[in-house]
């Protein structure tokens, strides 16, 4: 154990840097033991979101790093939590497949510093812990629907395993779902299995340009009710269209609706003449091939356009896609609010200026609990004033706290980081 | 099998219990006859049989909310019931206890397609929700194949798959929201017609399990747009290996077929004498392979496959060339558990699943073990996501046949955990498997899941005697055995 913390000098923090599962669960048990919460990092890319802390321990997991197994013919890897999610892709890419959730990297949306690639920096345990997913969402699934198995140490500082290492498994309850999306609040997280899919051999983006938010969300509905197994469906506003690196994206001047297809390039390209035919009145279409869609799907799972400009308070808002159109109307109703669609209207990018709680108020009104708003990137001071995650009806709340007390029952793994701390 | 010893209080307050249940559900929806109550003595799994002490059969969820409220405040317990098609006992009544029959949950509720969702009550049949959206093109994906009887409360609970489930996910991954009851009355609504729901994903914890945690009252699934076109190849293979081997190189070839089903050679020999469906007799294992999507993709994979099935030594191979040769092909293996049926007085279904590559081994084994125990056994396989269901041929009158049956099927399923894979793919824990969890977990996992319960049902009333081998108590699991200054390390650093 010598060694394995540091003192990192000027405030007094202590860094708890455990080397094995055996040491992870010692520092939590003594955690527990003396009621001293701990910050749980994985690489750090995702501290600035969720509620800020303000803890004197951190429990920084970068030593639990490294593939451990990969049959790529089984459809399952497993990897120690903190490894680098760019060094698990470059693995998958060896192989033509990947994690079909498409994890998105957001280290430069929440710090502006370039996060270097597509893993940017961030853990394959992170992703997975605050389950985030990319353009592929609607169609293959989310993060959770990924996580197949993992090993951890609960807040009681006791080390246990869930799930397994095969693609289809209901032996027991499905703790996978439940660590995903707790944000490090129940358990740190060891070792973690997850499904991964073939890459598709071929990529088309299919745009649309000029069309309102209305018209967009009726286009993309109408793509998805089609049999073309459209995998990504975005709308851009003419102001955000400009901001994108594909020229044929920026250079329109104008909006544009982009539906991805993958798959055999037969199939691609006899879905990609169809879809343009069944959707000509939406508007004049063009098409970007492989490279450009890398990078436009890039942006729209990293939410590029709106790292430039840091100062608004952005959401993220998961509802239902036919909502979409009258939520954008009311919310940006004289107000200053950017905003993208993703998911084909199911996910919506609100990046609202000048209003003193970031937004909150007029997007969970308009919601009107239909949906789900978190706030992604705000000052530490607005993300402790409002509600980051959609606040739970009270039935729901109470549940939530016995889940939180049955795993870490003193509230020493990243206590706050969801909700306000009780009591 | 041993089930929680009967409460002799709750049983002697029977006709006070009925009365308090009558209040809240009038009429015909409280059952306490003896042989009306026989109805529900047993689910899928009819080796285990018991009849409960009562029976309610709720129409709306004020009513569920007050029975369970009841059932809270009088401590008596509670199993919830869909169809009762569950293969692993997971409805199993128990004598002391009251069966929650959902079946009058059988509204669908909104067809909602601008949002490819649909919003149904429990009971309706896993089937009866693709009916309601065929006319518009659209399906709901997991088709178990009992899909005809079970209901879609029971599908959440036991987060059911089927034959299409590598490509489009099982029960977890097709459900967006929930209105769920828990045992002390609270109504709660987890998920709705969004993708994602933040804060804890307490609908995932829901699906898959098995009753225990609270009664589902209204289900929000995904509908998709049907397919445009599916073709099918059935192939034969002069052995295991062979066949094992081309299912990994077609996904190695980044192909995801819709359906990649396995038979062996008992199973294809059964299916073939009940169904006529044209198998080859002369193979030792039968893939069907399924390629769905647009028509060009179907055309394009099924090349592609009949390539790697012939470089992997396919000794025949046959396209469909039109949907009713496609359903021929499905027939024979949709028909699997009756045709075995046929063949043998009794037949136990067995459900874990393997990293696939160990398949040959997995199956030379089963051999062995079939004759040590002198009973026969079948296979059927999801050999895309390496799901096995070894169907083992008893007979019930022959005395010490089923008990012989089940070791070998826990011998099985202790060999599925040995080679990496898990005791359950698709039919869940419940009764069955409840005593084999300590092959996969120990009890710091065990407790942890159980802390879950304790969450939501403190006192252990729903659907108690599944899934775990020991319930124990909330209060004991929530005791901590770390005290103050007595680290197990003197060296770490103080806080
Ligand atoms: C011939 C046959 C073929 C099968 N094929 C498949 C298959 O291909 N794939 C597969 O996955 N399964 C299969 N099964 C298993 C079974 O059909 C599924 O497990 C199904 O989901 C059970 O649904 P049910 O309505 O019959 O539920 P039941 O058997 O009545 O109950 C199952 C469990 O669900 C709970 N439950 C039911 N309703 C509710 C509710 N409203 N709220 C809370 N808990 C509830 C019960 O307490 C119980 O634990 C098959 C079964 C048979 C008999």
């Known amino acids: 154990m010598q060694g394995a913390f540091d003192e990192a000098g000027e405030r007094g923090l202590t860094e708890f840097l455990p080397g094995d599962e055996g040491e992870l669960r010692d520092i939590v048990a003594a955690a527990a033991g003396e009621r001293q919460p701990l910050e749980v990092i994985g690489a750090g890319s995702k501290r600035a979101l969720g509620r800020p802390l303000q803890l004197p321990h951190s429990l920084v997991l970068s030593r639990f790093s490294g593939i451990v197994a990969y049959e790529p013919s089984e459809l399952v890897l497993t990897a120690k939590a903190a490894t680098p999610l760019a060094l698990l892709e470059a693995a998958l890419g060896e192989n033509n497949q990947m994690l079909a959730f498409e994890p998105p990297a957001w280290g430069r949306l929440l710090d502006g510093a370039d996060s270097g690639g597509a893993g940017g920096g961030q853990t394959v345990g992170g992703i997975l812990a605050c389950n985030l997913s990319g353009p592929r969402r609607f169609k293959a699934g989310a993060a959770r629907d990924h996580f197949l198995g993992f090993r951890a140490v609960s807040g009681r500082g006791e080390v246990f395993k869930a799930g397994g290492k095969v693609v289809k498994n209901v032996t027991g309850y499905d703790l996978c779902k439940l660590m995903a999306g707790s944000y490090g609040t129940l358990a740190v997280l060891s070792e973690v299995t997850v499904k991964v899919l073939p890459r598709p051999e071929k990529t088309r983006t299919v745009l649309i340009f000029g069309p309102d938010a209305e018209r967009a969300v009726a286009a993309m509905t109408a793509a998805l009710a089609a049999p073309h197994e459209v995998s990504g469906a975005a709308y851009l506003p003419a102001g955000l269209a400009r901001r994108s690196a594909v020229s044929y994206v920026a250079a329109g001047g104008t909006s544009v609706v982009a539906l991805r297809l993958e798959g055999p390039a037969p199939s691609v390209l006899a ?16 098409e970007l091939h492989g490279r450009n869609s890398a990078v ?37 109703a004289g107000s200053d609010v950017e905003y993208l ?83 | 099998m041993r089930m929680p010893e009967p409460d002799a209080g709750v049983l002697a307050r029977r006709a006070e219990i009925a009365a308090a249940l009558r209040r809240i559900v009038p009429g015909e929806g409280v059952i306490a006859d003896a042989d009306e109550l026989r109805a529900y003595e047993s689910d899928g799994l009819t080796a285990y049989r018991q009849a409960p002490m009562l029976a309610v059969l709720p129409e709306t969820v004020d009513q569920v909310s007050r029975i369970l409220r009841y059932c809270h405040d009088h401590r008596v317990k509670i199993v919830p019931r869909g169809a009762g098609t569950s293969l692993s006992g997971g409805a199993l009544p128990l004598a002391d206890g009251v069966l929650l029959g959902m079946g009058k949950f059988n509204r669908i509720l909104e067809l909602d397609f601008a949002n490819r969702c649909a919003v149904v009550q429990p009971g309706v049949t896993n089937l009866g929700i693709s009916n309601a959206v065929a006319h518009a093109g659209f399906y709901y994906a997991p088709d178990p194949s009992s899909q005809i009887a079970c209901t879609i409360g029971g ?33 709660l609504r987890l998920g709705g017609k969004a993708l994602d729901a933040g804060g804890y994903d307490l609908l995932g914890v829901m699906i898959g399990s098995e009753g225990l945690l609270g009664v589902v009252t209204e289900v929000t699934v995904r509908i998709l747009r049907r397919p445009a076109a599916a073709r099918a190849l059935l192939i034969g293979f002069p052995s295991n290996e062979s066949a094992g081997d081309c299912v990994a190189a077609i996904i190695a070839a980044g192909i995801i077929p819709g359906g990649m089903e396995m038979m062996d050679k008992p199973a294809i020999a059964a299916a073939e004498a009940f169904v006529k469906a044209g198998y080859p007799l002369d193979v030792e294992a039968l893939l069907i392979v399924e390629l769905d999507g647009p028509q060009a993709e ?19 191979l046959r396209a469909s060339r039109s ?17 075995v049926g046929r063949i043998s007085p009794d037949y136990y279904c067995m459900d874990g699943t393997i990293p696939r590559a160990r398949l040959p081994e997995v199956l030379a084994r089963m051999r062995e073990m079939s004759v040590r125990y002198g009973l026969r056994v079948a296979n059927v396989f999801h050999a895309g996501d390496g799901n096995l269901h070894p169907l083992i041929l008893y007979d019930a009158n022959e005395p010490g046949e089923l008990e012989r049956a089940e070791a070998f099927g826990a011998d099985i399923l202790r060999l599925c955990v040995e080679v990496g894979g898990v005791l359950t793919g698709e039919h869940g824990v419940g009764v069955e498997k409840r005593d084999l969890m300590p092959a996969m977990f120990d009890e710091t996992d065990l407790a942890h899941q159980q802390r879950l319960k304790c969450a939501f049902d403190p006192d252990g009333l729903l659907n108690p005697g599944k899934v775990f081998p020991q319930l124990h108590r909330c209060a004991e699991l929530g005791r901590m055995h770390i005290h103050r200054g007595a680290l197990p390390h003197p060296e770490l650093p103080r806080f």
């Open chain 1, 296 to 332: 436009f799907w890039r942006e729209i799972a990293d939410a590029a356009p709106f790292a430039i400009d840091g100062k608004r308070a952005l959401w993220r808002v998961s509802l239902p896609p036919a909502l979409a159109p009258a939520l954008l109307r009311q919310v940006t």
């Open chain 1, 271 to 286: 879905r990609a003449s169809a879809l343009r035919g069944e959707l000509a009145e939406f508007g004049a279409g063009e």
């Open chain 2, 298 to 316: 179907c055309d394009h994979l099924i090349e592609r496959v009949r390539e790697i099935a012939t470089a992997h030594g396919a000794s025949s």
């Open chain 1, 341 to 423: 669609l993703d998911w084909g209207g199911g996910l919506a990018w609100l990046a609202v200026a000048g209003a003193a709680d970031g937004g909150a108020g007029a997007i969970r009104a308009a919601l009107a609990g239909r949906g789900h708003a978190t706030l992604i990137r705000a000052p530490a001071a607005l993300r402790l004033a409002v509600a980051v995650f959609e606040p739970p009806a009270p039935g729901l709340a109470a549940l939530t706290a016995r889940v939180k007390a049955g795993f870490d029952p003193y509230g020493v793994l990243n206590p706050g980081r969801m909700y306000p701390p009780q009591g």
């Open chain 2, 155 to 187: 599908n959440v609970a036991e987060n059911s798959g089927g034959v299409h489930c590598l490509k489009y996910g099982l029960t977890t991954n097709n459900v967006l929201g929930l209105e769920m009851v828990l045992i002390d009355g609270t109504v």
């Open chain 2, 323 to 339: 949907e009713e040769e496609r359903l021929a092909f499905w027939a024979g293996r949709k028909a699997a558990f009756p045709a």
